[in-house]
């Protein structure tokens, strides 16, 4: 398994195929991400490989070892994270299908639609794999569309660390969630939107801020709980303050039974950009999410939001329509333990560390795609 570093989001899937019976993984990687922006996860050293990752340019990847490693007898399959900047897998691919051993690449896949230079080393890329390992069925269809058989493309999903989640969401009573909301927004009857995630521009947090400023002119309030830090603190404080809304900044919290908590003391999780692992996040602890509609612009894990039972859409940058589904799930009662169901059932049958190892020793031994 070659990745460039181990994130600390990937150590429950990492440590679950090191712990898997049909087939003996080796970890090959870095052991500091590049551009040093996310917390590495450091894999047992009995099973890890060294194999520093070097930046060439902003974008461009060299990875020092992997092309030596390719010609390795005692390798039957080489998975390598399936991005194409990373200049050193192009090489590593070709020789290990030289030396007769499996060759596979996790990746996004396709998110849109693409043509022109771009679209053509993307599918050259991707042709050097037997099989993918993808992130979600959009990818796997557009795969299809571009001529890649159905039986090599393996959808995945996503996961976070599953089963400390399940742990900390078993321990939050609703009166926990009352006393949450209370601390937070003292005295208020008002529902609570949330969204954990950096502060970042491209999450597009001030379209949730112009929504409750539009619904608080129409009598309706409602409050929101931002968890996590960034460069749009500031301004999003400014507009909040500007607009007279409810707004809690509660900064960076990596504490699994805090974020528990939080969670599922909200009424729902609105991600007005593209939504990414805080969909996953959110609906681990029943929490439904709202996000944007446009799939060419969004990450893979949009696909478990279910429109009325996980969440719902909104027209991509449209403020009245955003309003209108944030009022629709703000005034249903809360918690509502059917969506909670609804909300975790997803998590627990796909977007979970147990169901990625299957699919990947599936793809491992050499079975086709289901």
Request: hydrophobic share 40%; charged share 20%.
């Amino acid at each position: 398994m070659i990745y460039d570093f181990f994130p600390h989001y990937r150590a429950a899937i990492m440590q679950a195929l090191l712990n898997s019976k049909d087939a003996e993984y080796v970890l090959v990687g870095d052991r500091f991400d590049p551009d040093r922006s996310i917390e590495p996860w450091q894999p047992p050293a009995s099973r890890f490989v060294m194999a520093p990752s070097k930046k060439l340019s902003s974008t461009l990847i060299w990875q020092s070892g992997v092309v030596k490693m390719a010609m390795r007898r005692d390798i039957d399959v080489m998975i390598f994270l399936g991005n194409v900047n990373i200049l050193s897998t192009w090489p590593a691919a070709g020789l290990a299908r030289l030396f007769k051993k499996r060759v596979l690449f996790w990746t996004h896949g396709w998110i849109r639609h693409e043509c022109g230079v771009k679209a053509i080393m993307r599918n050259l890329f991707y042709r050097l794999a037997h099989g993918l390992l993808l992130y979600g069925n959009r990818a796997k269809q557009i795969g299809r569309s571009k001529g890649f058989r159905e039986e090599a493309l393996y959808v995945i999903y996503n996961s976070l660390d599953y089963e400390a989640q399940k742990t900390a969401r078993a321990k939050v009573t609703y009166g926990r969630t009352r006393q949450v909301r209370e601390m937070l927004f003292p005295h208020s009857k008002a529902p609570v939107l949330i969204c954990t995630s950096r502060l970042i521009k491209w999450r597009g947090l001030e379209l949730v801020l112009s929504a409750m400023s539009q619904l608080q002119k129409q009598g309706f309030d409602s409050s929101l709980l931002l968890v996590g830090d960034g460069p749009e603190r500031a301004p999003l404080a400014q507009m909040a303050s500007d607009l007279r809304l409810a707004v809690h900044f509660y900064g960076p919290c990596y504490d699994e039974d805090r974020l528990a908590e939080l969670i599922m003391s909200a009424n729902l999780t609105v991600a007005p950009g593209k939504v990414g692992l805080t969909a996953m996040h959110s609906l681990v602890y029943g929490t439904p999410v709202i996000t944007h509609d446009d799939p060419d612009n969004q990450m893979p894990e949009w696909e478990a939001i279910q429109p009325g039972l996980t969440g719902d859409l909104f027209r991509r940058g449209d403020v009245h329509d955003l309003a209108r589904v944030i009022q629709k799930w703000s005034m249903l009662p809360w918690p509502d333990e059917k969506i909670r169901r609804q909300c975790m059932w997803v998590i627990d049958r796909y977007y979970n560390p147990n169901f990625q190892q299957s699919i990947i020793n599936r793809a491992v031994v050499g079975l086709p795609a289901e």
